[in-house]
């Protein structure tokens, strides 16, 4: 028994180690081929168990496949765009046909793809890459978590890319020192500056919208005296009638009366009527100055509020009859409040010295929208800010009048200022583009699948999904240099690159195979000399029969 179970025992080891030179031989084989992943023949023992302990029965050995899927091979740069690779332990979504909704997905660490016929990108054995369109928002589907919210990543209805303007904005300082029109200023009026900026629309035709800027008297109630006070030096109580006593009240809109005596200086007359503030929010009220003409001149720093004064002690604003200091006194009632561009802030004080009238136009000189700006003394544009630190003018509905789509831009102006010196453009810009043809295809290192376009845009058209497995040697290869979910390897999780675990794609690049040439040479000559070693058993086998088959 003994001798008949050693050539039973040497014929299983031939037949591992024919396994096993054939792991080799493939592996060899397959040392160029792109995401190879290597097999290893694991070898292990049959005992045959003997009820004495005196005698001994040979037993065998089998071979097993130990897959080496999970080991990560070498990224070689590639020409291509559309050739990419997995740094990570995840697997590209592949699928037989582009067509058949009941074609089995596959999982492929081989990433050789490139535009077929049809536009489809397909590997080189023929297999096409699955991923998850992306919306015109660059939203993705709701259920990311199925395969079935897959598809062929097609690229072919990508023709050309009309990009239509959503968003513009313009960062610019406009003249302090213009001179004031005055308040309301007629529609299409005569533009102290203005700017043009290239938008498109919905065919991919540009057009200059005109931004036009006419600066304005403050639409605010005003008083106005006619009497040259700007020469006067030194306290009141020096200049005759007045004995420095005299006082008069003023209210602005809710707030008063305030009493101002005139008990100072034309200074301190100023700095008495500046002073008035809103008790609630402690912001200034009046804009006392001494005019061009020598004159004293108050405004109001809000829209809608009035001045209403009244003497107190003396005649301080005496009428033209009467001798008084500030005499026939002008006072104009607050006009119609200005349509605001934008809302003004409530953080922001009133400045009357900077209003300005501001339109848009387009080509045809059509206005699109027009309304009033202010700037606060710091030379701020006084504007509510979104979140973003934007002041926005939504232009509605525009009409190109060239059968394109009524097209709405927000339009960010919180780049305008207001300070000495000349009108100065900074800079200016908007999202839309021409009608641009694709250029080219690549996929980025987030798995987006993005399109060029001769206009200079990108658009992002697939997302591209990655699988992960429990346990990825588990794995049933299958011819083309894929693989099948089994049993062994758990079922699929479909992640984002870069979470997970399912590694980020490397566009451009190529995976090669994880065999080592110099370790497979090394297991064929232990292979060769374990297999040898086995026929010698066979044939010393053969000859101990022969021995006893001579027994006479």
Known sequence: MSVFGSLFTAVSGLASQSDSISMISNNIANVSTI?????????????????????????????????????????????????????GNGFFIVKSSATDPLSEPLYTRAGSFSEDSSGVLRNASGFFLQGWPVDQNGNLPASQADISSLSPVDVAFVGGLTLPTTTAALAMNLKSSETQ?????????????????????????????????????????????????????????????????????????????????????????????????????LKPLAYAQIDANGFLSIKTRETGSNITLADGVGTPLATANKLGLLANIGVTAAPTAPTLLTPL?????????????????????????TGALNFT???????????????????????????????????????????????????????????GLRTGISIDKDGYVVAQFSN????????????TFANANGLNELTGNVFRESDSSGSYNLREAGQGGAGSVASGSLEASNVDLADEFSKMIVTQRAYSANTKVISTADQMMQELLQLR
């Open 35 to 87: 995401g190879y992943k290597r097999t290893d023949a694991a070898f292990s023992s049959l005992v045959t168990s003997s009820g004495r302990s005196t005698a001994y029965s040979s037993g065998s050995v089998r071979s097993v496949q130990n897959a080496r899927i999970d080991q990560q091979g070498i990224l070689q740069q590639s020409t291509s765009s559309t050739d990419i690779a997995l740094s």
């Open 181 to 281: 029109s005055a308040y309301p200023i007629a529609d299409g009026f005569t533009a102290d500056f203005s700017r043009s900026i290239k938008v498109y629309d919905s065919l991919g035709a540009g057009h200059d919208l005109t931004v036009n800027f006419k600066k304005m008297t403050s639409p605010t109630a005003t008083v106005t005296g006619t009497f040259d006070i700007g020469s006067i030096v030194g306290p009141l109580s020096n200049t005759a009638p007045f004995t420095g006593l005299e006082t008069f009240d003023i209210t602005i809109g809710a707030v008063g009366p305030t009493t101002i005596t005139l008990d100072g200086g034309v200074a301190k007359l100023l700095a008495d009527i500046n002073a008035i503030v809103d008790p609630l929010t």
């Open 345 to 369: 802030s409530t953080n922001d004080t009133i400045s009357t010295e900077g209003w300005w009238t501001v339109d848009f136009r387009t080509p045809s000189g059509a206005i699109i929208k």
């Open 377 to 435: 003394g710091d030379g701020v544009l006084n504007g509510v800010q979104d979140l973003n630190n934007q002041t926005q003018v939504s232009l509605d509905n525009i009409d190109w009048a060239n059968d394109s789509t009524p097209q709405d831009i927000s339009f960010d102006i919180s780049g305008f200022s207001q300070f000495a010196g000349q009108y100065n453009v900074i800079s200016s810009a908007q999202n839309g583009a021409e009608l």
């Open 456 to 467: 200079g845009q990108k658009s992002r058209i697939f997302k591209l999904a990655i699988a």
